[in-house]
């Protein structure tokens, strides 16, 4: 966005560059944040200058963490750090989305790591893309006995499973080393009759004994 | 929001802050915003970087129009300034986002005030609070031959236009000067199935002949 342009109208523009917010959402924010000039709310911290300091501290702070791809504020990110996570399950995602949503099911407390994308070698993304070099030599050198690769469960996702799995196996530890896939089925609250062709036969061939 | 707390967790409470965002948003807002320090879009100008200089430049230059108390980067706003509006006609609206509304419909070219508020005696708004008498000297000394009193159609803003009337009244010019309220009826669209009493009955009482 242009500098030149009237204060208000740029940031109307900057906020209508986030997802899910068009330009009708992003004058009413605007103006929002605009509030606290006018009369009554003068006294207020002003809303507009903490978000900016909090968006410069974010940029000028966060990067990858050095050992896992997930975002961080020091060198190696709180999951990283945290010496009571499992340190022989490792969980690889596609995205830092993936992990969130996963760190947010409550359900895995092992390590993580993160591809930042998945093996798509028509657009050009490939092994050295995906920096596998670093996730084999993370594997050989540390002491994990199962791998959950859990990328997307479309083509792309597909594929990258089936190289990690060939990739890692060698570099396990551990008596009864695992790779493994997050399940496929119907989904927790589901219905039946909505549920697309493809993950119904699945979650039949799939089908447990009870 | 205290500065103490991890850079991310600190953005996604200042996103959750405005209106309509809830912490479920402002978190995938926050991670779309970090997105382009992982590996792939290292290359694209940093969003967070951008809207944060946003907001800092409008925190820095947007104040109040000294003529009609709307935003405005300079001494006058854009609307002030603009000599092809109509100088005989004020339009009076309670809050900036009702000028907003009011310009969006394309439907008046005159001059605005806004009170940045209405009457409301018991909460302490008063005359003085909405600075009554700064409104009163701008049509004593200006040319105006109508006011438009569009404060809005609740208990407040009946009292505060009818405030209004009484105090501008004696300074308007012209042959035969007009002191107006906005037209109540059926929304354009609207189905007379789903309109509440009030407005209904009004409707009915204001009906023009065809």
Redesign the interface.
Known sequence: ?ARSV???E??I???A????IGRR?A????????KG????GAGQP??????????????R????CAVC?N?C?GETC?LCSDARRDPHTLCVVE???DL?AIEGSGSFSGRYHVL??ALAPLDGIGPE?L?LDVLAARVREGDFSEVIVATNNDVEGEATALYLTRLLRPHLKGERPKISRLASGVPIGGELEFLDQATLGRALAERREI
Chains 1, 2 share one sequence.
């Not at 560059?17 to 899910?20: D, S």
């Not at 903490?50 to 410069?56: G, I, M, T």
């Not at 702070?61 to 990858?64: A, F, N, P, S």
């Open positions: 966005v009237d204060p208000i740029r940031l523009l900057e906020l560059r986030l997802p899910g959402t004058s009413r924010l605007a103006y929002f944040l605009l000039m006018s009369g009554k002003s809303l507009a200058v903490d978000l900016a300091e909090a968006l410069l501290c974010v940029a702070e966060v990067r990858l791809g975002f504020a709180r995205g830092i989305a969130l930042h994308g893309e920096r």
